[in-house]
């Protein structure tokens, strides 16, 4: 068997060093979901996804505890590993101040605990 590596590597035309063309393909901007803060409870994720009610601090209803997440195509909450998208952003309704009594602290405090 002959060894033709010497003449291939005098012919320069053999060689070629011209860049091969390649296509710029812009990157896919894909932007994962964000927090939004809200919680709501679902009652039955499975059969009606869409009924829920928000989490506050004084409120807690009944259901599965899930976050509100956003991203390019709106408000979701992520379920056994799906999304399910929201029709609208979950309203956070201020609470009602709660009534708190005034105490008169001298009705409290007996004769010899007074100062």
Known sequence: MEDHSDI???NVDYI???STPQRRIPPVTFRRGVSTGI???VPDPENRPLQYQVITPTTIPPGIMLEVLHDDFGYYYIYRSRKQYLPERPSIVPSEPQNVEE???DELLSE???P
Do not use: G, K, P, S
């Open 8 to 10: 291939i590597m005098r």
């Open 16 to 18: 070629d060093t011209d």
């Open 39 to 41: 919680n709501i409870a």
């Open 103 to 105: 105490v008169n602290l």
């Open 112 to 114: 010899e605990e007074r």
